[in-house]
């Protein structure tokens, strides 16, 4: 793993304004933060790009080395039992390394459905995105379902078109896709000469020049493309050429060209076609994340001021993970940096509770190695350790004046089981087991009524989010737990007050989470239909904070 935590010392910012010299460092370190996440409906590639960035960020020295798949190779950021088995990530890892001048911070997020909430953290601290597209099927479901989260956030994002060496759709018509499905202008940076079988290349737009695509041994060591002007590809006489010629001529008269004012703004994205398997077009996308993917900027905060980069260090909670190896069993909370600079020791506040927290170690996590962080910027996403007290969507601060970014926005839950307790002596395991699975967000721990259920309610979004809650709590807490579905399917956020309409109403019932959310479920949508239909007062929101349509597809 590249250090990445070698710079000059600065002064420390504690909660005081920093002087211009250490305000001058942090801004240019801040700008040399690339964040991101990496967004696609499960087999695209998204790990086989993953990867492959390592690879070429220098990284790891072999790809393969990152992720586990089905029957597995040895997982180095895969650590649940269910994703060795299973073959998907469900925990997201940063993935922290250099390239050149520039700090990468590559957020991996779940890329199966059932962990969409993990997703919207993720994207929480995400300044971009990069979207990646299988060539042979276009815009897919999920795809359009993470677009849109990462759409509400309006984050930039970069289109990776990848398997080209396969067989698919047209790359007129996947521009097509891209504006007509998500409402996005796409201009092409580079642009493929054939496809499937007889893909060759692509063609830089940029300085016209040609990248030959050859199939070398399967990508797993660095290899440079070759490169040449397009005047000297040799394929004066390939209709291939031709077409890719013609079709360039086409974006070129329609100005597809990248814009950085709406790219920033999220509405034309630039597209990169490649093979990651072939290691193919890897290159440019890393080169893209340095030169065009934005540097982290002022947040806005709850109270509608924007904190500058510059101001005194705050940040916010966007994933806690405990017992992520046998050999550190404790709980790291991930804060994103939104301004000021960390170093160890750093004294904050925590704003939900107003209690002080010392973070006294801080890592950069690699996948399971950890490196310990003197010093941090905006942009990072660091692990903090120890943090038994820090939930997801709580934000640190130094300095006494509140400081509380906007909460990250939640999915009601679609599917719900009561949690049966097996063995009757680990009560003890059984909730603090619940309580701590909840705190990650692994699942939702409901009560009814307020009251403490022996048999609490869970919520999630997805079947695997419960096998993972009945593993995790054997192996883990060592709590047999046996779950029964629950009839709910439809599950609105409401307002605590009005709790009690909900339940004097019949039609539904309230569900109170530990964080403070409340929860109308009904049934079936028609009864959620019909209250709403009753009670015209009551706010029944599909997710907080964000469009309502967002999870629409
Ligand atoms: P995901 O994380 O988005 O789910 O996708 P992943 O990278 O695991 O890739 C899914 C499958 O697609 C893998 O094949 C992978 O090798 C293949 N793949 C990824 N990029 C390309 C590409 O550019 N071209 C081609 N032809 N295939 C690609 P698999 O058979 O499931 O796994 P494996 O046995 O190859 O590892």
């Known amino acids: ?110 890329g199966h459905q059932d962990f969409s909430e993990d997703t919207l953290r993720v994207l929480a601290a995400a300044d971009c995105a990069v979207m990646v597209i299988d060539a042979a099927k276009g815009i897919e479901q999920q795809t359009r379902r993470l677009f849109q989260v990462a759409r509400a956030r309006r984050i930039p994002i970069i289109t990776f078109v990848n398997k080209c060496d396969r067989p698919g759709v047209s790359p007129l018509q996947l521009v097509d896709h891209i504006e007509k499905e998500l409402g996005l202008r796409a201009t092409p940076v580079t642009w493929p ?67 950085p004012a709406t790219f920033e703004a999220g509405t034309s994205t630039p597209l990169f076609f490649g093979s990651a398997v072939w290691n193919f077009g890897v290159d440019a996308l890393l080169q893209a994340l340095q030169e065009i993917a934005p540097p982290p900027t002022a947040r806005p905060t709850t109270e509608d001021v924007v904190r500058p980069l510059e101001a005194p260090f705050s940040g916010f909670v966007c994933k806690v993970q405990a017992n992520t190896d046998p050999r550190h069993r404790d709980r790291i909370a991930y804060v994103r940096i939104c301004s000021g600079r960390f170093e160890r020791g750093l004294k904050v506040l925590n704003s939900r509770t107003g209690r002080p927290f010392t973070m006294h170690h801080a890592h950069a996590v690699f996948a399971r190695e950890r490196q310990d962080l003197p ?140 964080d403070g959310a409340v929860f109308a479920v009904f049934t079936e949508s028609f009864q959620l239909r019909r209250f709403a239909k009753r009670h015209p007062d009551v706010q029944l929101r599909e997710l907080v904070n964000t469009a309502s349509d967002v999870l629409a597809g």
């Open 193 to 259: 000469v054939g496809t499937g079988e007889e893909f060759c290349g692509v063609i830089d737009r940029r300085d016209e020049s040609f990248h030959r695509f050859t199939r070398t041994a399967r990508g797993s060591k660095v290899v440079d493309d070759e490169v040449v002007a397009a005047d000297d590809a040799g394929l004066e006489d390939d209709p291939r050429w031709a077409t890719a010629r013609e079709e360039v001529e086409l974006l070129d008269a329609v100005e597809a060209d990248h814009d």
């Open 1 to 110: 793993m590249a250090d990445i935590s070698a710079s000059a010392p600065a002064a420390s910012n504690g909660g005081a304004r920093p002087t211009a010299a250490a305000s001058a460092e942090l801004l240019r370190e801040a700008g040399r933060r690339r964040t991101f996440a990496i967004i696609s409906h499960p087999d695209a590639g998204k790990t086989t790009l993953t990867e492959k960035l390592l690879l070429y960020g220098g990284a790891v020295h072999e790809a393969g080395a990152v992720k586990a798949r089905a029957g597995g190779r040895n997982a180095t950021s895969d650590w649940m039992q269910i994703e060795r088995d299973r073959g998907i990530s469900v925990s997201s890892t940063v993935l922290r390394f250099a390239v050149g001048d520039v700090v990468v911070n590559l957020l991996d997020t779940p």
């Open 375 to 514: 010093e941090a910027w905006p942009g990072d996403v660091i692990g903090v350790v120890g943090a038994l007290d820090l939930r997801v969507g709580d934000t640190l601060h130094a300095g006494s004046a509140r400081v509380a970014f906007p909460p990250i926005p939640t999915i009601p839950p679609e599917r719900f089981a009561s949690a049966n307790n097996l063995d009757a002596r680990r009560h003890k395991q059984f909730r603090s087991g619940l309580q701590q699975l909840d705190e990650e967000g692994v699942v939702r721990l409901l009560q009814r009524g307020g009251i403490q259920d022996p048999r609490p309610v869970l919520g999630g979004v997805g079947a695997l989010q419960f096998e993972v809650v009945v593993q995790r709590m054997r192996d883990e807490f060592g709590a047999e737990i046996r779950l029964d579905p629950l009839p709910w399917s439809v599950a609105r956020l409401i307002d605590l007050e009005d709790a009690k309409i909900v339940e004097g109403d019949g039609a539904g019932v309230a569900l109170f989470g530990a």
